[in-house]
């Protein structure tokens, strides 16, 4: 299988604190990049902090609510085929 070179650009004061925790952990910055990016390969996403990954889920909760809500709401087709003008248009005869 052919390889190939990843290179970022990071603060030297977080690589030298990562390369640490890395060693601590029995490995090397290398084998940690190339396990991310084998993970993330494996399922498909990006891994993420707990705390981001929390606030993804409660984005995609937020998101599936008013979803949900909206499913509920009346079909307005006369809304659906209005042109952005005759939208326009009825807004402003409403509230100015």
């Known amino acids: 299988m ?8 990071v603060n030297q004061a977080t690589k030298a ?12 910055l290398g084998e940690v990049i190339k396990q991310v990016l084998e993970e993330m ?5 990006v891994p993420l ?16 609510a008013f979803m949900a809500w909206r499913s509920e709401l009346p079909d307005c087709p006369e809304l659906a085929n209005m042109t952005d003008e005759q939208l326009r248009e009825m807004l402003v005869a409403r509230y100015v």
């Open 17 to 28: 604190q990562a390369s640490l925790i890395a060693q601590s952990a029995g490995t090397n």
């Open 49 to 64: 902090s707990s705390e981001a990954q929390q606030t993804r889920d409660r984005q995609k909760e937020r998101f599936h």
């Open 2 to 9: 052919a390889t190939a070179v990843v290179s970022a650009r």
């Open 41 to 45: 390969v494996r399922t498909r996403s």
